[in-house]
């Protein structure tokens, strides 16, 4: 007898279809073939299967051909093992084939029968609405994260027995309602503060710049001075997710299976600070078979603090220059290309030098102009081009140290929402979220200057040697300047403290 049940299976962060079809035919029970390109997890879905249906009290008595239609396409993961769990037991004639057309199952099965959770379910409700399919049934502990997919019904499948139940009804049908989505009113409970930072004010103002145009920020600055300390607050500043954004970082974390048990969409932006001895596939993303995305992708729509910037080797640093400059990065290995969204803002940090003090007024540098040479040479020209903000960060004094408190993240954070508003209002219908997304078209749509202002930015131009890329960044970053001040076009001051962000390029790179 041969039963289909239908399933989904994960291509990157997007899920297709999978034909799941179970022949029993005469022979050794103990035969249990699966054909259809499955990997190691799949191969052995025998063995759970056939020992959930034995302790469940459903017994096979002939050989299993099971077939995972695409035949041509790898299937990686346990979330097979339901939908094989359920066309046998079709085929058993516990549930008539017209009832299993009704919906999608994805799941991984203990061996009492239970239903455990697995990764990518949000892609695979998504495909299963496109698909048409309007009933999902899926691991209890995934069916939040389903929820919220308008247009399907989730079903919580705890047991083989109770799933039983369900599909013959004898239990009610209930699906699992959509948990909030709505964004969190403000800075989550215990949340680093920018009002803990003493001192600083050029480094909280360029982060507050930073995060209201999601502009890439650099911070340079000897040890202790509290780069890594502002980094951490630069999240609670941040304004929230949009439903659309939640909807794609959530995906993203979803298959990567980093998303919390029982959690729907992701309400606060993700930041991610990988160790500087990560690979470069640790990064953006790979590894073998299909690949996976990385750090730079599970920061889409957060923050990637790459903290001691020189310490990563060149050439994990190197690949962040495409998904930097296009919002993505492209993943070609012998027989699949993948692209993965990585639409992030990126905070670095380092050293002036190998030792910290180039340009200390207290403490003495050890290293000669080669050792510090060699040292900023880790980090090239190009990617540099690519940070929109760079500021030094010199020791605290005492006086500012001891001093009364600083501005809270919450009121800076409601100028960044409030410059966020506008960037969203003028970019309505273009995909872009905030200024640093731009184009060189919109940069010259919405960064027209004045008399002054050309004159102030071609002297710039020629004194810094900025580049073409330098030159939109800057333009960008006044805007979003512009943008905080409620002013509706770019003036000199604006435009000034922008250019003042590149010092950088002269005192290092230049």
């Known amino acids: 007898m041969l039963m289909r049940v239908r399933t989904a299976a994960l291509f990157g962060i997007d899920a297709y279809l999978v034909d799941v079809e179970v022949d029993l035919s005469s022979g050794s029970a103990k035969d249990f073939t699966v054909v259809g390109l499955p990997d190691v997890a799949i191969r052995e879905s025998h063995h759970r299967v056939r020992s959930a249906l034995r302790n469940c009290s459903y017994y096979l008595t002939k050989s299993v051909t099971v077939n995972l239609a695409p035949a041509d396409r790898k299937k990686e993961g346990s979330s097979f093992d339901l939908p094989i769990a359920m066309g046998l037991l079709g085929t058993l004639g516990m549930v008539p084939q017209s009832v299993l057309q009704e919906y999608l199952f994805a799941g991984e099965l203990s061996l009492d029968g239970s239903v455990r959770p697995i990764h990518g379910i949000l892609p695979i409700a998504i495909k299963a609405r496109e698909a048409g399919i309007r009933k999902l049934v899926i691991p209890e502990a995934n069916a939040p994260e389903a929820a919220v997919v308008d247009g399907v019904r989730v079903f919580a499948a705890r047991s083989l027995p109770q799933l039983l139940d369900l599909l013959s009804g004898l239990v009610p049908e209930e699906p699992v309602l959509a948990p909030c989505?709505?964004?969190?009113?403000?800075?989550?409970?215990?949340?680093?503060?920018?009002?803990?930072?003493?001192?600083?004010?050029a480094a909280r103002r360029s982060l507050e710049v930073a995060a209201a145009g999601g502009h890439n920020i650099l911070m340079i600055g000897p040890p202790g001075s509290g780069k890594t300390m502002l980094a951490k607050r630069l999240p609670g500043i941040l304004p929230p997710l949009s439903f659309e954004e939640a909807l794609q970082t959530t995906k993203i974390h979803s298959v990567a299976g980093l998303l919390p048990s029982g959690t729907g969409l992701l309400r606060m932006r993700p930041f991610r600070a990988p160790h500087h001895t990560i690979s470069d596939a640790g990064l953006v993303g790979g590894g073998s078979g299909i690949p996976r995305p990385g750090e730079v992708s599970l920061a889409h729509n957060g923050l990637l603090f790459l903290d001691e910037l020189p310490?990563?080797?060149?050439?994990?640093?190197?690949?962040?220059?495409?998904?930097?400059?296009?919002?993505?990065?492209?993943?070609?290995r012998a027989g699949v290309t993948l692209s993965f969204p990585a639409s992030f803002m990126m905070a670095a940090a380092m050293n002036p030098c190998p030792c910290g003090f180039y340009n200390d007024a207290t403490r003495e540098c050890r290293c000669t102009p080669a050792i510090i040479a060699r040292y900023v040479a880790k980090i090239s020209g190009p990617l540099v081009d690519r940070i929109d903000i760079h500021v030094e960060v010199p020791a605290v004094k005492y006086g500012e140290l001891r001093g009364g408190e600083a501005e809270k993240s919450a009121r800076i954070r409601e100028r960044v929402i409030r410059a966020r508003e506008t960037q969203l209002e003028r970019?309505?219908?273009?995909?872009?979220?905030?200024?640093?997304?731009?184009?060189?078209?919109?940069?010259?749509?919405?960064?027209?200057?004045?008399?002054?202002?050309?004159?102030?930015?071609?002297?710039?131009?020629?004194?810094?040697?900025?580049?073409?890329?330098?030159?939109?960044?800057?333009?960008?970053v006044a805007r979003t300047i512009a943008d905080l001040d409620g002013a509706p076009q770019i003036q000199t001051k604006h435009l000034a403290e922008a250019v003042q962000y590149r010092s950088?390029?002269?005192?290092?790179?230049?």
Request: proline share 6%.
């Open 311 to 332: 310490e990563f080797p060149r050439n994990v640093l190197e690949v962040l220059r495409q998904p930097l400059e296009d919002g993505q990065v492209t993943i070609a």
């Open 504 to 510: 950088l390029d002269r005192a290092y790179w230049a």
């Open 427 to 476: 970019f309505k219908g273009t995909g872009l979220y905030c200024n640093a997304q731009m184009s060189t078209r919109h940069v010259h749509q919405h960064g027209t200057l004045d008399a002054a202002g050309e004159r102030l930015l071609e002297t710039a131009i020629a004194r810094l040697g900025l580049s073409a890329r330098a030159h939109d960044r800057v333009l960008k």
């Open 181 to 201: 989505v709505d964004p969190p009113p403000g800075i989550a409970d215990g949340a680093p503060d920018l009002g803990d930072v003493r001192g600083q004010q």
